[in-house]
């Protein structure tokens, strides 16, 4: 069985026990998170899509915990200008263990 679920503005395919990181949430680790917004579910031979969301359904998750990806270097440059700019950036995650997907049909 799987999911499909938005979150932070994206979409993922997460089936139980598996490790995804999403945008940060505002939950501390070892919270439990529950995702409501369900756009498709799949298991025991049948589809159930939403339109958008699927009503009832859920997915239940774990805080494993909050960390950072790699800096990423942003460069602006103007040709035949002197105009140079260089910024890093950091973006933050949650990085969530699913735990159960629900379906109340």
Known sequence: MYAIIETGGKQYRVTKDSVLKVEK??????????IDRILMVSGNDKIIYGSPYIAGAKVVATVEGIGRYPKIIVHKQRPRKVYRKTNGHK???????IKDIILEA
């Open 25 to 34: 949430l505002n939950a501390g680790n070892g919270a439990d998170v529950v």
């Open 91 to 97: 973006q933050f995650y949650t990085s969530l263990k």
